[in-house]
């Protein structure tokens, strides 16, 4: 049976843990896209880049104003405004609305902005990465929103869908010369590691939310190399970038 004193220091703990994930995703966001995005022109570029069109500006303050809501919500449950955390929750329902079919239309336009992806790699084959990804990301975040009331999962999949966000910011983000290319795409597998190890710490167990929502990013993560250049993922993508004219 749980003592009184490990049932307080429990949520507090957690609120940490939870509130340094947040920061931590924060900052890598910002790392990611400092150069191309929020300090363009201060710092080195480390390739060119293509002009910011209306779609990426609006993308990248969309997103941006996300991860910051994200990080203050995360404040806010950490420093017992939960009333205000519900509140803002409406806020955030907005911006998913606005977010999910921004981030369709910036892939599909991607795929004419060369240096938006990796060096050799053809416009509607990259497409799998962000168009795929569209799902997931927004998936976890709806069921979060939809397990609002059960604290224990709605935090995870909160998190699991951010760190989900971070796969765009790590590959801009030059990797370390020991790592192999092969396994660059894999480096957001690595911050979903540190709520395995937590799970483990304080409930003794994997959470099933931890468990599912992070097969579902690595399932997906996986996946997209073997169909980005089969003929029937080739035939979509270019349906579906020519919508965008």
Request: glycine share 6%; net charge positive; no cysteine.
């Amino acid at each position: 049976m749980t003592s009184p004193e490990a049932a307080t220091v429990r949520p507090v703990r957690d609120r940490v843990f939870f509130t340094s994930m947040a920061a931590i995703v924060l900052v890598v966001i910002f790392i990611g896209f400092a150069p191309s995005y929020y300090l363009r022109g201060i710092l080195p570029a480390p390739h060119p880049y293509e002009a910011i069109s209306p779609v990426v500006m609006a993308h990248g303050l969309v997103f941006s104003a996300w991860v910051i809501l994200f990080a203050i919500q995360a404040s806010l449950v950490a420093t017992n405004r939960v009333a205000v955390h519900r509140r803002l929750g409406t806020v955030g329902m907005v911006l998913i609305a606005i977010m999910i079919p921004l981030a369709v239309v910036t892939a599909l336009q991607g795929v004419d902005r060369p240096f938006s992806r990796p060096p050799g790699i053809p416009g509607l084959t990259w497409l799998a990465v962000p168009l795929l990804d569209v799902p997931v990301f927004g998936g976890l975040i709806v069921a979060a929103l939809a397990f609002r009331r059960t604290p224990a999962i709605h935090k995870r999949l909160m998190l699991i869908a951010m760190i989900d966000l971070l796969q765009p910011a790590l590959g801009r983000i030059p990797d370390p010369a020991w790592l192999p290319m092969a396994l660059s795409p894999l480096q957001t597998l690595v911050f979903l590691l540190p709520l395995f190890v937590w799970d483990l710490f304080t409930l003794k167990r994997i959470h099933p939310a931890t468990l599912w929502g992070s097969v579902v990013i690595a399932a997906v993560m996986f996946t997209v190399p073997l169909i980005w250049t089969s003929p029937a993922w080739l035939a979509f993508a270019g349906w579906a970038h020519g919508l965008t004219g």
